[in-house]
């Protein structure tokens, strides 16, 4: 019992730390993978971008990204613009409604499983209305993004540097 | 981070890939006969746990499902006519055969519903047996797959009466429901087959 209040008052005061110092330079992740990570989610910016990859990966190998990484090998497409989907609130309020539901059907309040059910339903109906056109984000502003994230680096380097970093703290 | 809202064609130009949910659909449908396979497994067990009930030859009406199952199919019939008609993008025709296919789905459900109804009169209700639990299971969860299908009808028609021109979205979200609408019809045969035909004889 004491150890797990323990467990979460160092969680909240991990939290509270984080959120205080987050803009010291040794918090601050600039380069997207800054635990030397080997799978694809690594290899993306910091703070990720709306479009989350500039380019579909080509995964050539397992553990891609450490691969690539090891035998120095780079991206070599060009950045093209990209095609986001629209923005949509509908499944956020799907979200509230099958929370009712879910609510409802265990407490068996019938009423008010109906009216999730419904309400799920008048959402998902009512988006299918919706043109969904999405936009357009443009090859300059995808490289831009790209760049300010990716300070150029090699990662054996960049990965002692962060270790100096932490032991500095 | 500069961004510019599209209007839909030039989306549509712009997208690199065709879209995907004829596809995705596909796969909803193959976990969908997963579910139906279980129901009928369950069923298979149950078919002579009559618990000292009411048994199927007792209650079946063959001539009512005989019914049911001619609505159904000819349903599907004239969803593929309006699928031909969508393809020649003669949308008022297609509305007609929706219009059609929705008349048969909703006949097939009102025998249902009446012959649900006239089982659970004669003490044949979910709660009497494992033979009803399992029958009312299977064919309720069918039913109410027709049920939806009805609803996503109706909404596809109103989409096709807003933007009469029957461009690709409108097109392919017609044949996701058809697609739904044909397979219902398997399962229906199924169901025919194994739960009406082979409980009576």
């Known amino acids: ?169 | 981070m500069s961004q510019s809202t599209l209007p839909a064609h030039h989306a549509q130009e712009h997208e690199h890939q065709p879209s995907h949910s004829v596809f995705g659909f596909w796969s909803y449908l193959m976990t969908d006969c997963v579910l139906f396979a279980s129901l009928f497994a369950t069923f298979a067990m149950m078919a002579q746990q009559f618990a000292g009930g009411p048994t199927a030859k007792d209650l079946f009406n063959l001539s009512d499902v005989a019914l049911e199952t001619a609505l159904l199919l000819t349903s599907s019939l004239t969803f593929g006519f309006a699928m031909i008609c969508a393809q020649r993008k003669n949308t008022g025709a297609v509305l007609a055969w929706l219009f059609v296919t929705f008349l048969l789905g909703a006949g097939f459900l009102w025998l249902e519903v009446h012959e649900f109804a006239h089982l659970i009169a004669e003490g044949a209700g979910p709660q009497r047996s494992a033979f009803w639990s399992a029958f009312f299971t299977l064919v309720g969860t069918h039913g109410l797959h027709v049920t939806m299908g009805l609803v996503w009808l109706v909404v596809l028609a109103v989409q096709i009466v807003k933007k009469p021109g029957m461009d690709e979205r409108e097109v392919r979200r017609l044949a996701c429901l058809s697609l739904f609408w044909h397979f219902l019809d398997i399962v229906w045969i199924c169901v025919f087959s194994f739960v009406y035909l082979a409980s009576v004889v």
């Open chain 1, 1 to 169: 019992m004491g150890i797990i209040a323990l467990g979460v008052a160092f969680q909240v005061a991990q939290i509270v730390v984080s959120v205080i110092r987050r803009d010291q330079p040794a918090y601050r992740d600039v380069t997207g993978d800054p635990w030397e990570g080997r799978t694809l989610e690594w290899s993306i910016s910091s703070p990720p971008p709306v479009y989350n990859f500039a380019h579909v990966p080509a995964v050539l190998e397992l553990d891609d990204f450490a691969h690539a990484k090891e035998t120095g090998r780079k991206e070599t497409r060009s950045f093209r613009d990209i095609h986001m989907p629209s923005n949509t609130s509908a499944g956020f309020f799907v979200g509230v409604f099958a929370l009712a539901f879910g609510f409802a059907a265990i407490w068996h309040i019938w009423w008010l499983a109906i009216a999730g059910l419904v309400g799920i339903a008048a959402i998902v109906i009512g988006y299918s209305f919706a043109e969904n056109a999405g936009y357009i984000i443009p090859a300059a502003t995808v490289k831009a993004t790209e760049e300010r994230n990716r300070p150029p680096k090699s990662p054996a380097q960049a990965g002692a540097a962060r270790e100096m970093e932490l032991e500095v703290l």
